[in-house]
């Protein structure tokens, strides 16, 4: 179950729960584009969504990498129209859909609802503030060891279907500098590298092995929702 819906008192998640649809994500859905009306919100249950910025040349850079933990597109309740970003289904799984204009009439409606859907919007921006550091100060392995958990955290699952070029992308390093990394975490028996798919073998070292960033954002959750986390 998504852990943001599972945070809500019972008499707020009434309040959305006849108008959750759950539906199946595909990897490789583009569930929206940027500038594009935001009709929707998704409140995954597992899986992960990648949300990134695309440059005129067609580069990516990712800006947040949603799952169970995490809500796609809750901004429409601070009167965004349209997409900031574009949005796509990395890691396939179930989500519950809702129409934009239930989140808002909760939002608007009920105290203890929009509490939790501020919370997480406080929550996006620490993550947001805890990248742009983490890109700027850390090291390539441990940023990747912090995506690799967060993605494990997010997802649920330890067999990723990801592919070094997409972390390359995500990261912003040469594939080759991703190749490095996996090759000496795989020596250690810490991950297991298919083509097409990175397995999480000891998670526990892996998140030992993560920047600092890692552990600020998973208390900073912990914090902000203790009945969801």
Known sequence: MNRIIASLPDDARRLIEADLQVVQLRKGDLLYRADEPL???????GGLI????????GQTAEVSLVGREGIVCS??????????????V????????LSAASLIRAYRSHDKFRAVVNRHHVMFIAEGRQSTACNAIHHI???LCRWLANARDQSGIDDLQLT?????????????TINQVCTDLAAQGIIDTIRGH????QPDALRDRACECYGILRNRFTQLFPEGG
């Open 39 to 45: 009709s929707h919100v998704f409140f995954p249950h």
């Open 50 to 57: 990648s949300l990134v910025v695309v440059m005129e040349s």
């Open 75 to 88: 901004g429409i309740v601070l009167d965004v129209q349209n997409a900031i970003d574009q949005a796509t």
């Open 90 to 97: 990395e890691v396939g799984g179930e989500a519950s859909r």
């Open 141 to 143: 392995g441990p940023r």
């Open 198 to 201: 990175i397995r999480i073998l």
């Open 164 to 176: 070094q070029d997409f972390l390359g992308r995500m990261l912003g390093v040469q594939r080759t």
